[in-house]
């Protein structure tokens, strides 16, 4: 006897009618951004990760490039809204981000290194940071931030002054002539930022770091149920099988080497903007500063 259909659980339905497309199609089609303004040194790791997901979960990726030059906070708003051409990004968890529309892939693609924040600095200001003590010292001085990261209202949760500004390049020209004290960057960032040349009056202050708990995450337009469950099945058994862990230290395991920091040396500050979904309890999504990687 065949069942009515709505004794089928509406959950089984929604995932066969997802499947069936998909279970028919060479290849899935993705759009990630490239943008125009400055190179991402996330995007090449991004977009190997995204093929593993998509390899992983049964089915072939097409991952494409498409050149979008707009803020974080404007592209994530037409994203959710399911009017971008892009389907996903890459980009730190939040309460907001996560009730916003988008479909949050809750593994963290980063193993939580966005939150490994050392301090950009004047080269000329370096005695004065050998000097600094702790998170109460770093309370005195003013950090920089574009006003619409997630990381600007995490530094002021913990006490710590921030002056803002809506461009990216903008931040560097203010740290340069002062008008803010020092500007953080995740361990994955700064490299190429130094690399560039253009701010040849700017260092890392040796041996110090901020962290915090953070996720970075794949958030996946609304347009794109499918895919976002192709992904979250294809990282978890990444995970499970170790090749996302190897993948991650492929491309980012020198650099965790040249910033490492001695334990004491690593000021702890508290995440307020951690949803409670996000999940901390499991420990082989996680890299923790001053530990072996």
């Known amino acids: ?10 959950r089984a339905l929604l995932l066969g009618a997802l499947a069936a497309p998909l279970a028919r199609a060479e290849s899935v089609r993705v759009w990630l951004p490239r943008h125009m303004s400055t190179a991402d040194p996330q995007l090449p790791y991004v977009r190997r990760l995204v093929m593993l997901a998509l390899d992983r979960a049964g089915v072939s990726g097409d991952v494409q490039l498409m050149n979008l030059e707009m803020y974080q906070g404007r592209s994530l708003t037409e994203l959710a809204r399911g009017s971008s051409p892009i389907d996903l990004m890459w980009t730190m968890t939040d309460h907001e981000r996560e009730s916003s529309g988008l479909l949050p892939v809750r593994i963290p693609i980063d193993r939580g290194l966005m939150g490994w924040r050392v301090l950009l600095v004047r080269r000329a200001d370096l005695p004065r940071w050998a000097r ?4 109460d ?3 005195q001085r003013v950090a920089g931030q574009g006003h619409d990261w997630p990381d600007t209202a995490i530094l002021r949760a913990n006490g710590l002054q921030v002056s803002t500004a809506s461009g990216y390049d903008a931040l560097f020209r203010m740290l340069s002539s002062a008008r803010f004290d020092y500007f953080p960057r995740a361990v994955f960032e700064v490299d190429a930022e130094l690399a560039s040349n253009r701010h040849p009056d700017l260092t890392v202050v040796p041996n110090l770091m901020l962290h915090y708990p953070a996720a970075a995450y794949l958030f996946v337009s609304p347009r794109r149920p ?3 469950e192709l992904l979250r099945a294809g990282l978890e058994k990444a995970v499970a099988e170790g090749s996302l862990q190897q993948l991650h230290q492929a491309h980012f395991g020198a650099l965790i080497k ?3 920091v001695s334990r004491e040396r690593v000021i702890r500050l508290q995440n307020p903007l951690l949803p409670p979904q996000t999940p901390l309890q499991r420990r082989e999504l ?3 500063p001053g530990e072996p990687a």
């Open 132 to 135: 600094l003590r702790g998170l």
């Open 226 to 228: 499918e895919l976002a």
């Open 258 to 260: 040249t910033h490492a």
């Open 286 to 288: 996680w890299l923790q």
């Open 137 to 139: 010292d770093l309370k």
């Open 1 to 10: 006897m065949i069942p009515h259909l709505f004794d089928i659980p509406r």
